[in-house]
């Protein structure tokens, strides 16, 4: 049993464990870019899996529309994080005890080694051992003694590149933690607001259109602060091409909430703003026409709604303005005259026949083509109902009926033959704000700067050895010389080549420059 | 802000020498590689004399020899006249960015064709330096094929008019991220095709007589490898930075970001396979192509198939 744990561990932490697995990590993660995505798209998603009859289901079932939440992804994330932890530990405990160690002892025949050099020099060992020691200067030394008389020093260099090689993968271990803490306690909702001075306030998940909690978010306890739009402006160029997106805001939070303090903040795209602990993007706009509805007895109601783009292009949008009679109590007589008004709204109109087209995504010349609907809009049914549509059921019931049929400018209005006037009296913008929390979101910056800085420096630096040995000879003392880069040669001969090239000139000012320094790379 | 028509031309019209002048450079790195063969051996002798002694390079040259490098002395001067070629290019190509910024008034890397210009600039330049640490320059025709068709892809297919850039990608952001991106991607595409001729050396050795040893090719694949992979990774991590400000998130498995988290995996894994007993050498080299292939199925199939948010103005 014990040797069956072992040898599953082994395995599980070896190198080429850690290979395969990075290849499957890879693997895995690529589904995710071909096919729609829940956390991305759902609607693409339901599309994707109608038109693709039982293979899309099959896929549906093996989670590939949610790759990076399902059971295989997260079983080779898990398992490579085993690996990580696996491998990590063993070479922390040879680190620390490779920190205290001094340079390994001089190989007997540093001719052998992939760098070397052998020459024969006046000076004394003990003049060379001196000069080895001065241009070694920053490495790690152990200097010794040899049976034959002879002296030999070796020096180590390049620490720092398994120091890097271990920041790069613990920052590793850090930031996945970090990323798992902010899935728990994260939170992201979206909310469209009117640009007319409407507020909106991070108060509970019913303030939002929607909203994602964390795994540890009930949605009870959020940061609290609120917004207030006051203005949107929207930059075109010429093309029809967006310049710039702004929305004057004012928002508060902390003490601001208790003095009433409203402080201004011009968000933009890029430009989010930051306040207690959250985040405010300003994502996308739209246009919210605005209509009053004058029923026969003359009671007034004005409804600004937001209608959505259908062309992001052009902005040409479509929505559903919806009526309650005011003062009827009863329901059967609510519900045979509810109004809604829906079509489409241009910005910049330009008639394609009957039909109304934008020209424009600026507001140059507003239209809307819009049919009246009078009856039951179907509120009742206990079911929700897209702000954006009119209950397409109760239209094919012939309970809500269409009473009028119309283009119109703003100021224009009509009449019904029932008496009730319908004004178009302008357009409002709306903004679409997300709020985003993620208290892990810091650390993962830091682990990510980590993951660079290690990894930079293990690349950079390599760890490498160089041996003197100085052999007292008749009339002078042989120097060798010999080299070895522990983890990559490559590069290496140019600063062995360097080294020996000092040591020469301090030792040896007026040799020949004839005998040639071997720095071979492998 | 208004676009300078004028200085957007000239940059065209630089972009298109560029890539004559590029065509032509290939032309003449062919022609080392297919007569400066036997050059080689000559070349090589006095190299070993040389590391030693500079200076006394014509010591003791037998006549034999040299008619050899008589013979050879041409296709030496066509490869360096194919290098001159080469930084004349860069040159040319350096001045169609700044023109293009300066066109613009901001960073020349907004759109697909900007990208793949900066992309493939800095493909050539990791070639030049590579060109003066080994003795590769033959191989030229090579590097400069991807670049080539790179950038006639780019200037046909996805050129686009110089203008100013959407909201989303008004940000100092896009100097860092996209430079970077474009940096650690074009110095890849060297390893990538460097690792290609290594196989070809290694399991096809009769084809490939023409090549310089296979530890040099690996040499030169890894140390371009070891280079770009920081610079892409900061690169990476440069865009989350700028996804959290821009779209709300730092991170959101778009499928721009997914493929650069993969090839990032596979260069990762490339690395890690150089320490692994019996993945060294042809199996590495194989790993960094898939890198390569990552990244450029990252270029075109991710932009101009899939629908992400990298998507910009068509591209």
Redesign the interface.
Same mark, same amino acid.
């Given at each position: 049993m014990t040797a069956l744990l072992r040898n599953t561990w082994r395995g599980l932490t070896s190198?080429?464990t850690?290979?395969v697995l %990075?290849?499957l990590?890879?693997l895995a993660?690529?589904p995710?870019?071909?096919l729609p =995505?829940r956390?991305?798209n759902p609607q693409k998603v339901d599309d994707y899996i109608a038109s693709h009859g039982w293979w899309g289901r099959l896929l549906d079932r093996l989670e590939f529309y949610n790759?990076?939440g399902s059971v295989w992804f997260s079983a080779v994330y898990l398992l490579l994080f085993i690996s990580l932890v696996g491998c990590l530990l063993p070479r922390s405990l040879e680190y620390a005890k490779a920190a205290r160690g001094k340079p390994v002892i001089t190989p007997r025949n540093l001719a052998r080694l992939p760098h070397h050099h052998e020459t024969t020099v006046d000076a004394t060992p003990e003049e060379v051992m001196a000069t080895a020691r001065q241009r070694l200067r920053g490495w790690r030394l152990q200097e010794r003694e040899e049976e034959d008389g002879a002296r030999s020093v070796s020096a180590e260099r390049g620490y720092l590149r398994e120091t890097g090689n271990l920041v790069f993968h613990f920052a590793m271990l850090g930031l996945i933690i970090a990323l798992a803490i902010g899935k728990m306690y994260q939170y992201?909702g979206q909310v469209i607001v009117l640009a007319n001075g409407s507020q909106f306030c991070n108060s509970g998940t019913l303030s939002y259109d929607t909203f994602r909690p964390g795994l540890r978010v009930d949605g009870t306890d959020l940061d609290p602060f609120c917004v207030k739009v006051d203005d949107f402006t929207a930059s075109f %160029?010429p093309?029809g &091409?967006?310049?710039?997106?702004r929305a004057d805001i004012e928002y508060q939070s902390g003490e601001d909430l208790a003095t009433n303090t409203w402080r201004p903040y011009k968000l933009?795209?890029?430009?989010?703003l930051r306040t207690a602990g959250d985040?405010v993007?300003l %994502?996308s706009h739209g246009y919210a026409p605005v209509f009053t509805v004058t029923f026969p007895d003359g009671k007034k109601r004005m409804h600004t709604t937001q209608w959505r783009p259908v062309n992001q292009m052009t902005y040409l949008s479509e929505g559903a303005t919806k009526f309650d009679p005011p003062g009827v109590t009863d329901p059967t007589q609510r519900r045979q005259r509810q109004l809604a008004i829906t079509g489409l709204f241009a910005p910049t109109a330009v008639m394609q026949g009957d039909l109304l087209g934008s020209a424009f995504p600026d507001m140059r010349d507003p239209a809307v083509a819009i049919d009246v609907l009078k009856g039951d809009l179907g509120n009742e049914s206990g079911r929700g109902q897209s702000i954006y549509e009119v209950n397409q059921e109760m239209v094919d019931s012939g309970r809500l009926k269409r009473v009028a049929r119309e283009n119109m400018r703003p100021g224009d209005q009509i009449t019904l033959d029932d008496g009730t006037k319908i004004s178009f009296d302008g357009v409002r913008q709306w903004v679409y704000l =997300?709020v985003?929390h993620?208290p892990a &979101?810091v650390w993962?910056?830091v682990f990510?700067?980590l993951?660079?800085l290690g990894?930079?420096t293990s %690349?950079v630096i390599k760890r490498r050895r160089l041996w003197v040995r100085a052999v007292p000879a008749d009339g002078g003392t042989v120097l060798l010389l010999g080299g070895l880069a522990r983890t990559?040669q490559?590069?290496y001969g140019e600063e062995f080549g360097r080294v020996t090239e000092d040591l020469l000139d301090e030792l040896a000012p007026e040799r020949e420059?004839?005998?040639?320094?071997t720095?071979r790379?492998? | 802000m208004d676009i300078n028509q004028t200085l957007s031309s000239y940059s065209d019209w630089c972009y298109g020498i560029a890539v004559g002048a590029y065509v032509v450079a290939m032309l003449f790195y062919l022609y080392e590689q297919a007569f400066g063969y036997r050059r080689r051996v000559a070349v090589g002798k006095r190299e070993l004399v040389s590391?030693?002694?500079?200076?006394?390079e014509s010591t003791d040259e037998t006549p034999a020899e040299e008619t050899v490098l008589e013979r050879n002395n041409r296709a030496e001067r066509i490869g360096k006249l194919a290098v001159s070629l080469t930084v004349f290019g860069v040159m040319l190509h350096v001045a169609a960015l700044a023109l293009r910024g300066l066109a613009t008034h901001r960073a020349p890397w907004g759109n697909m064709y900007e990208f793949g210009a900066v992309l493939c600039l800095v493909a050539v330049g990791t070639w030049l330096v590579v060109l003066r640490k080994y003795p590769v320059r033959h191989l030229g025709v090579w590097v400069l094929l991807p670049v080539v068709v790179l950038m006639f892809l780019g200037g046909v297919l996805l050129y686009t008019t110089a203008?100013?850039v959407?909201?989303?990608l008004?940000?100092y952001?896009l100097v860092i991220h996209v430079f970077t991106i474009a940096s650690g991607s074009g110095i890849l595409l060297v390893p990538g095709v460097v690792s290609i001729l290594y196989l070809l050396k290694v399991r096809r050795p009769a084809w490939a007589t023409r090549l310089p040893a296979a530890?040099v090719l690996d040499?030169v694949a890894?140390?371009a490898t070891?280079?770009a992979?920081?610079i892409y990774?900061?690169g990476v991590?440069f865009g989350?930075?700028w996804a /959290? /400000?821009?779209?709300?998130?730092?991170w959101?498995?778009?499928?721009?970001e997914?493929?650069a988290?993969?090839a990032w995996?596979?260069y990762?894994?490339y690395?890690?396979?150089?320490?692994?007993a019996?993945?060294r050498g042809g199996r590495a080299a194989i790993i960094n192509i898939v890198g390569m292939a990552?990244m450029i199925f990252n270029l075109f199939f991710?932009n101009l198939v899939?629908a992400g948010l990298h998507s910009y103005?068509g591209v």
């Open positions: 190198m080429r850690a290979l %990075l290849f990590l890879a993660a690529l995710g870019a071909l =995505q956390s991305l790759v990076y992201e %160029l093309t &091409q967006a310049d710039y997106y933009e795209v890029n430009s989010p985040r993007y %994502l =997300q985003s993620d &979101q993962v910056l990510a700067v993951i660079v990894l930079g %690349l990559d490559a590069g420059h004839a005998d040639a320094v720095g790379e492998t | 590391v030693g002694a500079p200076g006394s203008a100013p959407q909201p989303a008004q940000s952001w530890d040499q890894y140390r070891v280079f992979f920081p990774t900061a991590i989350a930075i /959290e /400000e821009s779209w709300g998130r730092f959101g498995w778009d499928p721009k997914t493929v988290f993969v995996v596979v990762a894994a690395l890690h396979s150089r320490a692994t019996g993945w990552a991710i899939t103005a």
